[in-house]
């Protein structure tokens, strides 16, 4: 099992960023997946989590209305659309397989001016 995120950076409060996580060694289409951030001196948290089909997604409320979780089966990928990010949301974000201790290494968003 392997995933690995891209799409971290440094961007301006009010900003937008898209996360993607490539998933191989598994039938990527038949798992759960989440996204997971940890920031500075907190705390991980669940950001939001995605069924296997795509159909239904949950949101923490911290980023609820801001951030959208997607899925793309034919493309064994996970994305995050990060909209309207504040400097809160400065964090290693991390796609998770909702089964088993299968984590990407994560990627670093900054947002700051």
């Known amino acids: 099992v392997q995933l690995v995120e891209t799409g971290g950076g440094l961007v301006q409060p009010g900003g937008s960023l898209r996360l993607s996580c490539r998933a191989s060694g598994f039938t990527f289409s038949t798992y759960d997946m989440t996204w997971y951030r940890q920031g500075p001196g907190k705390e991980r948290e669940l950001v939001a989590s995605?069924?296997?089909?795509?159909?239904?997604?949950h949101y923490a409320d911290s980023v609820k209305g801001r951030f959208t979780i997607s899925r793309d089966n034919a493309k064994n990928t996970l994305y995050l659309q990060m909209n309207s990010l504040k400097p809160d949301d400065t964090a290693v974000y991390s796609c998770?397989?909702?089964?088993?201790?299968?984590w990407g290494q994560g990627t670093q968003v900054t947002v700051s001016s």
């Open positions: 995605i069924t296997s089909s795509g159909i239904a997604t």
């Open positions: 998770k397989r909702v089964v088993g201790p299968y």
